[in-house]
């Protein structure tokens, strides 16, 4: 009995001892801790950040520009200091910016509609402005100045900051590796940060942040949580931290699974038939809480080893994302749409995922941008580039804390760069620069200030519209060109090139009928080709033929997997992430799978 005492009393120690060493109140912690200790804890977003900001009318300018507070940048003396973000005209594949721009009248009646029944946040601030930039659209979302975004290789002259590529928006100025410690108290939480020396989460760089949690109303479901989030499967191998450090205390704004974005062998599916029944019925099957699948899909190959699929990506090299979620019901209050509805029909959008090794952690992890072809909406999700961590992991909004998501990412070597004599082309830009113009044509709603959905009209059907903007350039102004012609008729052109552009064309048919019914393509992107702001108001007739002609682009999940499924085909390797209401408990919640006419 004795020795059964002895027993008990060493194992309820063994439970309390790491709970009576952080007994200690946090606030008492964060007195006395030094932020200077942790900065090398902490790497920046990106090399050029900041706030955009929209001028006032009196203030604009015929370029279209706009301002931004910088966060970071090379030169320290700068940050803080607002400058003009200008679009580069000098390159011609920049003219679509002009084609983009465009006066913005509010339609009331239809706004009382949107701002009522559906909640959402109208660019209010543009009513009434002529010739709209695709900046001004950026930095004018929202009714104050809170768009965070990133810039890329911006070229400084003078006051200006020159681009060609769109800011893509971000959370925060910096970021950090941790796992969650303990408890939170008061919005105070203790956090290990990641030491890449010994691989593992240290107690000796123990730190105090604050998680800013937003206010949810008590009546209504909460977007975001991170409670218990230390119990959490993820936080064993720790967290991407994105915010800023106010008054010496780092603000957590945003998350980051570290063991889903990492890069290392995981779960394989091999051989066609076993990627197609993962793609058809496996994916969103048995959903639970804080779930996480990763898996490697290759339908070209069998006997693939783990280690083999972690291998197949390279830093720099990127892949095609096709993101799908579904939905969630709460057992605890009335039923939404969604929840009553037979479908759940979910969101589709596509995205660029790049292999980066991430400094922080010393391994290969993924860096995914998401092209967010989104209506108008309660959330203020803003139809932009965005980082992971700001439409998935944002603590203000972010998806992951409450429905399923799927992220499959596709390499598609067939769409690098390709150097014809005097010419150079990328077709995966192509492809990205022509999803800019939607999401820029969404933002303004083509001018009425209102995007919202419809049969015809949808975040899936347009990122399908924009994928057939990018075939037919492909077709009209790349693989009938004479100096494409002569360069595979060239017997110095290299055999491995010539035939990598040989699969980039049987591409370019697989995914013609993705966008086309029986070779039909709908006459409001036939017209879009050439003037896609005149494609918004067709007929009652034309709306149900388009709705018709959209049968494979209509519901998230039957493009979803009617791509990836045209990827089976051509043997392309793929990788799925899958996860569902991870991050924090919110009792209650049930995941739902997307679903469409044929798929359950």
């Not at 059964?4 to 200690?24: D, F």
């Amino acid at each position: 009995m004795k020795n059964t005492m002895k027993c008990l009393v060493l194992a309820v120690i063994c439970v309390l001892l790491p709970q009576l060493l952080l007994a200690e109140n946090l606030q008492d912690l964060l007195v006395n801790q030094k932020s200077a200790e942790f900065a090398a804890n902490y790497r920046e977003i990106a090399g050029w950040s900041g706030c955009l900001i929209l001028p006032e009318k009196n203030q604009r300018e015929s370029d279209g520009s706009v301002w931004i507070q910088l966060y970071t940048c090379p030169d320290k003396d700068l940050r803080g200091k607002i400058f003009r973000v200008r679009w580069d005209f000098s390159k011609p594949e920049n003219g679509w910016f002009k084609d983009l721009t465009v006066d913005v009248a509010i339609d009331e009646e239809a706004a009382a509609k949107s701002e009522g029944k559906h909640k959402s946040l109208l660019p209010r601030r543009l009513n009434g402005w002529q010739a709209v930039s695709p900046l001004e659209s950026i930095a004018g979302a929202h009714m104050v100045d809170d768009i965070e975004v990133m810039l890329i290789n911006p070229v400084r002259q003078g006051d200006s900051l020159i681009i060609s590529d769109m800011p893509v928006q971000i959370t925060g100025e910096e970021y950090g590796l941790v796992r969650f410690v303990g408890a939170e108290e008061n919005g105070l939480r203790l956090v290990e940060h990641f030491d890449s020396n010994t691989r593992s989460f240290q107690p000796a760089t123990r730190e105090v942040v604050r998680v800013c949690m937003p206010d949810f109303p008590a009546d209504s479901i909460p977007v975001t949580s991170t409670d218990l989030i230390e119990n959490a499967v993820n936080n064993n191998q720790g967290w991407y931290i994105y915010g800023r450090r106010i008054d010496g205390v780092f603000q957590v704004e945003a998350l980051e699974p570290r063991a889903l974005l990492q890069i290392k062998p995981v779960t394989v599916i091999s051989g066609n038939d076993e990627v197609k029944r993962f793609i058809n019925r496996q994916n969103f099957a048995a959903l639970t809480p804080d779930l996480s699948r990763v898996y490697h899909l290759n339908s070209g190959k069998t006997g693939i080893s783990p280690q083999d699929a972690a291998a197949i990506w390279n830093p720099g090299e990127k892949g095609i994302v096709c993101h799908l979620f579904g939905w969630r019901k709460d057992l605890n209050r009335r039923k939404t749409i969604q929840e009553k509805g037979i479908l759940t029909t979910g969101h589709f959008s596509f995205g660029v995922a790049e292999v980066i090794h991430e400094p922080l952690a010393g391994e290969k992890r993924w860096d995914i941008t998401y092209q967010q072809v989104y209506a108008h909406n309660s959330n203020g999700i803003v139809s932009m580039g965005q980082k992971w961590h700001v439409y998935s992991g944002s603590l203000r909004l972010g998806r992951m804390f409450t429905i399923p998501v799927s992220d499959t990412i596709i390499k598609v070597p067939e769409l690098d760069t390709y150097r014809f004599p005097g010419w150079t082309t990328l077709p995966l830009r192509g492809f990205m620069r022509e999803i800019d113009v939607v999401m820029a044509m969404y933002r303004t709603g083509a001018g009425t200030g209102i995007s919202s959905v419809r049969p015809d009209v949808s975040c899936v059907q347009d990122s399908h519209l924009a994928l057939y903007r990018a075939l037919r350039h492909f077709e009209e102004n790349v693989a009938t060109s004479g100096i494409v012609k002569r360069w595979l008729a060239d017997k110095t052109t290299s055999p491995e090139e010539i035939s990598r552009f040989l699969r980039l064309q049987l591409l370019v048919k697989t995914l013609y009928k993705r966008v086309s019914f029986l070779g039909l393509t709908r006459r409001d992107w036939r017209r879009a080709y050439d003037d896609i702001l005149g494609t918004r108001k067709p007929s009652a007739i034309e709306k149900i033929i388009n709705a018709l002609l959209s049968k494979d682009s209509m519901f998230p999940r039957s493009a979803n997997d009617g791509l990836l499924n045209a990827a089976r085909q051509l043997e392309a390797p793929m990788h799925t992430i899958m996860f569902s209401q991870i991050g924090g408990n919110i009792p209650g919640l049930v995941p739902m799978a997307p679903t469409s006419p044929t798929k359950r």
